[in-house]
């Protein structure tokens, strides 16, 4: 069987390349993508959770609070509690430096007490002196560190605390952190004082006292804790942000299913095709004594070498995305979910095997039809030539299309499973088979709305398509779903980008921004620097934003807290309840505006009351409004600048929204900034900039969704072409009996290209009926429960109508072309070849 | 031995009239029968329903003591893997393998490895005479030539029963008479039985027998 | 290997913050009582050292030492951060059991950050977590606890400080720069309880302490020092020291005799002289260590034996520090006139000071 296997069946593949090939390159790109995703974040999740293990070190238990921390004396009180034996302090900052477009992580820890809860954070000094760790401008940079930043032992580098720049010495290295943290460590005073953060610490990891276990620590240490404060173990942190990449992993992941489903569907369709010509010759085979079992492995190993074949391809081709994505975007794809890490791509032998056995099953899955279709044909009237319209007859099957439908519209309701649209997803495939099960009644339709032609030719194509509606199943399928996917995406993006291009808009009233860094790193703009920007000539106002996470609940990472001016007219970009003074109740609780993310994370809804930990004290605020925000996944609120600072007593502001005067210009207000405050330390943004690069980097995001879909469309006319290639073969006779009546050459030409037209436009109609579900199941359902934003429907009427055109077009080409390829072709051949 | 007794095949289902009953015929290894009719009369079905390709609506087949009519359809596929030959009349040579290759098929599928079974298909092309021409390719041959080839495939494995539908339909006369003589000498040189559907008086008058297929069943041709 | 734990190297070698400058160690400065007990925050290194015998219920003797250094950095004094390292509190505690064979030692290193560590002026009270070193109601206290041992001891003096040197100034080298203030408590009587091998006992016995502090201590040239600090059994104190150069050499050497009920007299650098007897090899550190000795002390001839010879204390590991420190005998024309304390320093590697 070996030999025949071989020569017979996998031999095959070579004899029809084209189709091979593009199978070949539809499986090998699917597994490429879903291997590069997997590998790309399993070496960032890994990467990330190595680092939190290392710098939790041996700690069991660590509070945390929000990004500016909380009161250092928390660390006197934990470190004399009997429950725990050390308690390690941590003032983590995010340090901006000066004249570089880096950032750099530093931990400022207290040596003698991380020596015996996070040793991997120990540095070590370059120099004899025995206090260099203590020394307040001794900066000890790890491996990874000192590589990204080009720095070595003895250099110097700047970094910004507020506004202020403070020179660093590079005394040593960090070499307990390995070679993916690039991370920085000093000692804790300085970074207090450096950094503007004196009284400050955003961590205290714990070891515990022999015999006390963690539910009995966080029990009785608890309630000792300020409120925002949370006492976290360490792997909980770890898993609480992997949970929150998962599903933009999953739904990078799904671009991948996809590819590897029209790979599937392009073998489904190549064998079917392949099945058809080989009719005569398998029959043959059977006659010679070949068993069905034996037929059917066969054509399915034919199938599985495809499969294999890609999937070997594509794992090749996933480790080398991958290490190009590492080298051009960084281990998060652009995303910001793994900031701080720099992992390394290793060589993952579970995925690439699970990868390649997806490559393998596509091959099976799309081989197996075709294979159970021809094991079951009858030998003996199979070696007679002619009946192939016998495989190409379809059902109608309107009852399973309507179940999936129904099944579809079910699986909507359902909410997402561990933060994953797994009914969503579902759903799409649902609708995907649903509209596939139709297409065959589709079919029957339009034969019936095309009963009534006069023209000729229009006359025959209905004939055959009327005849033969397996061809359009066949042919159409291929349409019918990369026409789906294609519309569903165009319809998304569009909707999306004009929602975010609306968000943006209202997000950023003002005329320019000025800021001492990003809100997560080290610069932030004292009141007094304010006031001055505030008084300069052409500034109308001068609003102040500050910036801060806040935990809301010990099971989520923290949301983040935006402390701005609401009243007075600057609106947010709400979707419920109100803004601005109406939100005020006289003598009532202070506004708070939450993010959508936050309404659906913690079920909250208009006119619910919300406690938020502001200086260490709960306080109540209502829910005044919930907006949309596209930014922050994990969740984002809003509250009015001074209902913050009568809480927080913090003053500091990380952003300056800047209006200016009537007159002035953008140009010289920048200038008098920079003049003012220094050119190293302030960064100042345009809206129009800042638009502009989010729309700039939403695309490139998008970049990829095009790509998959030009290949499914590809995918699509190659399931016509290939059909009437195979097919223009057998109607060799039909064709040439036409000749005889007196069609010329150009017009079964021409009828080809109509036949191949409509069984597109059957398919297109099916599939952009499809598509525009699964649009709506992407917006309300799948990028709802991925990332909780709702987003305003938006129909590229223009787009689709030119790609439905276009596709017609290129289906009526693809028909013509390949079905007078074969004609010629078959016409030299039928001279020596009797079949 | 072959043993056929009044077999029974309906156009249809059961009740439809049938295409031909109660044929009845008993072979012994190294005799080869011709059997000759009208068109349409179901030769080409009776070898069929010999090959086990289809149905039988009655009756018996039983070779060597086998009753095949009671195997199920893979049981028959593989029972002809191994005894079984057949010569068709559009040859059925695969023009994607080389005619060693070709030969070799039947062996590969009694999982013959690839050498031994390339030997002895060179072996066997040697004795339809295409000696040293294993590694050429099909589309290089006459259709004379295509049948030695078909004939070399249907002996190799050394087959009990030759089955052979309208072996020379596709021939011009002279070279219809040289295969027809290749396919009986081999067939007989292989202690085989041979059962050759055929419009050819010439062809037939060189069986053993010749047999006149009726709707009522076999009649002995009238010499 | 991690070189900047190398802490009890650290005692006066540093490199410097940007504070103000240590005060030197003048001759002439009067000691005041209970005052200058406490912590003087202003110079460079400071500590609080107590060694003594005790003897469980079963009479079972045993060597213990306990110690609280204090470190003025320079580093960090203009910053107002509660982290700021402007004081280092460094705690060693030793015991040295005959039934071990070797050196049961712990050690505790922090910044002084009150209230996790720190060292209080006005009276002695030194602490880190739970090991503490305090005077009050008239005598001291010490707790110290490690996985392996433990002891809870209560030191009450009889009689007043013994002032080192001229009143409390003790000098170091021929140059007066490298000097100390220098009190000793000898004779402190100890009781208490002490934890080893997981067994608590109550014990008793002698002890002595010693309150050092300098900005300038070791000469250049020093490798190590031998001290002695003695409660002899008539009731009488010896204390001696020499500085050694590089060659074994002394560069250095003076003492404190108090006679049985006499008063304490200062004794000259010609009036010390330490005999290097019999020597014993660490198998860790294949260091040699002259575990006995012949001493010359006014014109006596003394000799020291020690309690057993592996004393080491051989820190390698966190602290970097290598050193004999251990519980010795007094011995005059054969028979014990004296129990206390041996430390010899410098013999392996050069002290770092």
Not at chain 1, 114 to 140: G, K, N
Not at chain 2, 187 to 192: T, Y
Not at chain 3, 246 to 264: F, S, V
Not at chain 3, 312 to 325: H, M
Request: net charge neutral; aromatic share 6%.
């Amino acid at each position: 069987m070996n030999a025949a296997l071989r020569h017979v069946f996998l031999a095959s593949l070579a004899r029809r390349r084209l189709a091979t090939a593009l199978s070949l390159v539809a499986i090998a790109l699917g597994v490429a993508l879903g291997l590069a995703v997997q590998l790309i974040h399993g070496a960032a999740l890994d990467e990330f959770g190595r680092g939190m293990r290392l710098l939790a070190g041996e700690a069991d238990l660590q509070a945390v609070g929000g990004r500016t921390g909380f009161d250092d004396a928390l660390y006197l009180t934990l470190a004399q509690r009997p429950e725990v034996a050390q308690a390690s302090p941590v003032l983590e900052v995010e340090a901006r430096l000066p004249g570089r477009d880096q950032t750099l992580r530093i931990f400022g820890v207290d040596v003698f007490r991380a020596v015996h809860v996070q040793p991997a954070l120990i540095p070590l000094a370059e120099t004899e002196d025995r206090l260099a760790a203590l020394a307040p401008d001794a900066l000890f940079l790890a491996p990874a560190a000192q590589a990204a930043l080009a720095l070595a032992p003895g250099d110097t580098l700047s970094v910004q605390g507020g506004l202020d720049e403070t020179t660093l010495r590079i005394a040593g290295s960090v070499p307990g952190t390995g070679v993916g943290q690039p991370l920085a460590v000093m000692d804790i005073a300085a970074a207090q004082q450096i950094f503007g953060r004196i009284g400050r610490l955003t961590r205290v990891d714990l070891k515990l006292a022999r015999g006390v276990d963690r539910a009995t620590a966080r029990a009785r240490l608890g309630p000792l804790l300020p409120a925002g404060v949370t006492l976290l173990a360490p792997e909980a942190a770890q898993a609480q942000v992997a949970g929150l990449s998962r599903a933009y992993r999953v739904n990078l992941t799904m671009l991948a299913v996809i590819a590897l489903l029209t790979g599937g569907f392009l073998v489904f369709s190549t064998q079917l095709l392949a099945v058809v010509r080989r009719r005569q010759e398998l029959a043959f085979l059977r006659a010679l004594g070949v068993d069905r079992p034996m037929l059917l492995r066969g054509l399915v190993a034919e199938g599985a070498a495809v499969g294999f074949v890609g999937g070997l391809l594509g794992v090749a081709l996933g480790y080398g995305l991958a290490a190009l994505a590492f080298r051009l975007v960084g281990a998060d794809l652009g995303a910001g979910y793994f900031e701080g890490v720099a992992p390394q791509l290793r060589f993952d032998p579970l995925a690439s095997a699970g990868y390649l056995l997806l490559g393998v099953a596509a091959g099976v899955a799309g081989g197996a039809l075709p294979a159970r279709e021809a094991s079951r044909m009858q030998p003996a009237r199979a070696l007679r030539a002619g009946d192939e319209a016998d495989l190409l007859q379809a059902r109608p099957r309107w009852a399973a299309a309507l179940a999936c439908l129904a099944a579809a519209a079910l699986a909507c309701l359902m909410p997402p499973v561990g933060g994953v649209p797994v009914f969503g997803y579902a759903a799409v495939a649902l609708v995907l088979a649903g509209s596939v099960l139709a297409l065959p009644g589709a079919a029957r339709l339009a034969t019936r709305v095309l009963g009534g032609a006069r023209p000729a030719l229009l006359r025959l194509a209905h004939a055959r398509l009327a005849a033969a509606p397996g061809q359009t199943v066949v042919a159409g399928a291929g349409v019918v779903a990369s026409v789906a996917l294609a519309v569903a995406m165009a319809i998304m993006v569009s909707s999306f980008r004009t929602s975010v291009d609306d968000w943006l808009a209202q997000m950023l009233p003002a005329d320019l921004y000025l800021r001492a860094s990003s809100a997560g790193a080290s610069g932030f703009l004292p009141p007094e620097v304010v006031a001055r920007a505030a008084r300069l000539p052409g500034v109308a106002a001068a609003r102040p934003v500050r910036y801060d996470t806040l935990r809301l609940s010990d099971e989520r990472v923290p949301v983040t807290l935006i402390a701005r001016a609401v009243a007075g007219g600057i609106a947010l970009p709400l979707v419920a309840g109100a803004g601005g003074d109406a939100a005020r109740e006289p003598g009532g609780l202070p506004p708070v505006w939450i993010s959508e993310a936050i309404a659906d994370l913690f079920g909250l809804a208009v006119g619910d009351t919300l406690a938020l930990p502001l200086g260490g004290a709960a306080h109540r605020f209502r829910v005044a409004g919930i907006w949309r925000d596209y930014a922050r996944q994990h969740g984002a609120l809003v509250v009015e600048l001074a209902d913050y600072r009568v809480r927080t007593g913090d003053t500091l502001a990380n952003d300056v929204a800047i209006s200016l005067a009537p007159g002035a210009t953008v140009e010289t207000v920048s200038a008098a900034l920079r003049a003012e405050l220094g050119e190293r330390t302030i960064e100042i943004t345009l809206p129009g900039e800042i638009r502009a690069i989010s729309l700039a980097i939403f695309d490139r995001t998008f970049l990829v969704t095009y790509l998959m879909e030009a290949v499914a469309v590809l995918i699509g006319l190659f399931g016509i072409s290939a059909s009437f290639a195979a097919l223009a073969t057998a109607r060799r006779k039909e064709f040439g009996m036409l000749r005889h009546l007196g069609l010329t050459r150009r017009e079964i030409g021409r009828l080809l290209a109509l036949e191949g037209a409509l069984t597109a436009a059957v398919g297109v109609a099916v599939g952009s009926a499809a598509g525009g579900a699964i649009a709506l199941i992407l917006i309300e359902v799948i990028n709802r429960q991925s990332f909780h934003w709702s987003m305003d429907l938006d129909l590229p009427f223009a787009a689709l109508g030119a790609f439905a055109a276009a596709l017609l077009l290129l289906a009526a080409l693809a028909a013509r072309l390949s079905g007078s390829q074969a004609m010629r072709q078959s016409a030299v051949l039928a001279v020596r070849e009797d079949w | 031995m072959l043993e056929i007794d009044r077999l029974t095949k309906r156009f249809g289902a059961p009740g439809e009239p049938a295409l031909f009953a109660g044929v009845s015929l008993r072979l012994a290894p190294g005799e080869c029968v011709a059997i000759m009719g009208e068109s349409g009369v179901g030769k080409s079905t009776l070898l069929n329903c010999i090959a086990g390709l289809e149905s039988v609506d009655g009756g018996r087949i039983v070779l060597d003591g086998t009753d095949l009519t009671a195997l199920d359809e893979d049981a028959f596929a593989r029972l002809r893997r191994r005894r079984y030959g057949f010569v068709f009349q559009a040859f059925h040579v695969l023009p994607h393998l080389t005619l060693a290759q070709n030969v070799a098929l039947p062996l590969w599928l009694l999982d013959v490895p690839d050498d031994a079974a390339q030997a002895r298909a060179r072996a066997m092309l040697g004795r339809v005479g295409l000696e040293a021409r294993g590694d050429d390719w099909p589309r290089h041959l006459s259709g004379g030539e295509l049948q030695r080839v078909a004939i070399a495939r249907a002996l190799v494995h050394e087959p009990a029963l030759v089955l052979a539908d309208e072996p020379t339909g596709n021939l011009d006369p002279e070279r219809a008479a040289g295969v027809l003589g290749l396919l009986l000498e081999c067939i007989r040189g292989a202690g085989a039985i041979g059962i050759i559907v055929t419009h050819s008086q010439a062809a037939a008058a060189r069986a053993d027998r010749v047999l006149r297929l009726t709707p009522g069943g076999l009649q002995p041709e009238a010499a | 290997m991690r070189r900047w734990l190398a802490v009890f190297s650290v005692l006066v070698g540093i490199a410097g913050g940007a504070g103000a400058e240590y005060p030197p160690v003048v001759p002439g400065t009067a000691l005041v009582f209970p005052d200058d007990t406490g912590a003087h925050p202003d110079y460079r290194t400071e500590w609080w050292y107590v060694t003594g015998w005790v003897a469980d219920e079963a009479g079972v003797k045993r060597g213990f030492q306990v110690t609280f250094f204090r470190v003025r950095t320079r580093i960090g004094e203009d910053n107002p951060s509660r982290f700021a390292p402007r004081q280092l509190i460094l705690a060693h505690a030793a015991l040295a059991d005959p039934a071990a064979g070797r050196l049961l030692h712990a050690e505790r290193a922090e910044r002084a950050l009150a209230p996790l560590a720190g060292a209080a002026s006005g009276r002695t009270h030194a602490w880190t977590g739970d090991w503490s070193l305090e005077w009050r109601d008239g005598h001291y206290r010490s707790r110290v606890a490690d996985d392996r041992f433990a002891f809870d001891l209560r030191f009450d003096p009889s009689g007043p400080p013994m002032l080192n040197g001229r009143a409390g100034f003790s000098q170091k080298a021929p140059d007066p720069k490298h000097a100390s203030h220098y009190y000793s408590r000898p004779q402190l009587a100890v009781r208490g309880s002490l934890r080893v091998d997981g067994a608590t006992h109550r014990v008793s016995g002698h002890a002595w302490l010693d309150h050092e502090w300098s900005s300038e201590l070791m000469p250049e040239g020093a490798r190590g020092w031998d001290w002695i600090g003695m409660n002899l059994h008539d009731g009488g104190a010896l204390m001696a020291f020499r500085m050694r150069g590089d060659a074994g050499e002394t560069m250095w050497a003076a003492g404190t005799l108090r006679e049985g009920g006499g008063a304490p007299r200062a004794l000259a650098p010609a009036e010390v002289q330490f005999i290097p007897g019999r020597r014993w090899r660490s198998p860790r550190t294949a260091t040699d260590y002259p575990v006995e000795w012949e001493l010359r002390i006014a014109g006596r001839r003394l000799r020291l034996q020690p309690l057993m010879d592996d004393q080491e204390l051989d820190s390698r590991r966190s602290t970097g520090a290598v050193y004999w420190e251990g519980a010795v005998r007094l011995l005059e024309d054969g028979r014990e006139i004296g129990r206390g304390y041996l430390e010899m320093t410098g013999y392996g590697a050069r002290l770092r000071m």
